[in-house]
Structures are given as structure tokens and as C-alpha cells.
């Protein structure tokens, strides 16, 4: 029986919690949003520096790749040229 009582008692406070639902006024939404904004807009903060960096480093990349084209072409063309004599 005591078993019985203590269930609807918790039963009870469950649909109170329920009912009670927590409401923000407009202040306190555009707080609760502003601050989330602040820390979304941190994660991102040194995005920019990165994609200079990510652009530097495909800029040298590019290049090396040129150069490494450029060689091989150099020691074919040299090639060529020692076995023609």
C-alpha cells in the first residue's frame, strides 16, 4: 500500500514539472542567443588567417610542382640530346 502512495506521489510531481514549463522573456532570449552567437563566432575567429596560410602553402605547392615539371623536361631534353651525338 505504502508502495501505492509513493508512485501517485511521483506521479504527481512529474505532471506538476510538466506543467510548470520555464518561459524567458525577450531579454533573456537575445542573451541566451547573443552569448551563443559569441562562442560560435570564436570557433571561427582565425578562419581567415588559415585560408591565407592554406593559400600560401597551395601557392608554394603549385610552384614546386612547376619546377619538379620543369626540371624533368630539362633532364629528357638532355637525354635526347646525348644520345643524338
Do not use: P, W
Not at 511521483?10 to 518561459?23: D, H, I, K, L, V
Not at 585560408?51 to 610542382?65: L, M, R, V, Y
Amino acid at each position: 500500500m505504502a508502495e501505492t502512495v509513493n508512485q501517485e506521489t511521483n506521479g504527481t510531481a512529474a505532471e506538476t514539472q510538466e506543467n510548470e514549463q520555464r518561459t524567458f522573456t525577450q531579454a533573456e532570449m537575445n542573451a541566451i542567443i547573443q552569448d551563443r552567437l559569441t562562442r560560435e563566432r570564436g570557433k571561427y575567429a582565425d578562419y581567415e588567417t588559415l585560408k591565407a596560410k592554406a593559400a600560401k602553402f597551395d601557392a608554394a605547392e603549385e610552384a614546386h610542382c612547376r619546377d619538379q615539371r620543369s626540371d624533368s623536361k630539362n633532364l629528357r631534353g638532355q637525354r635526347q640530346r646525348k644520345a643524338v651525338r
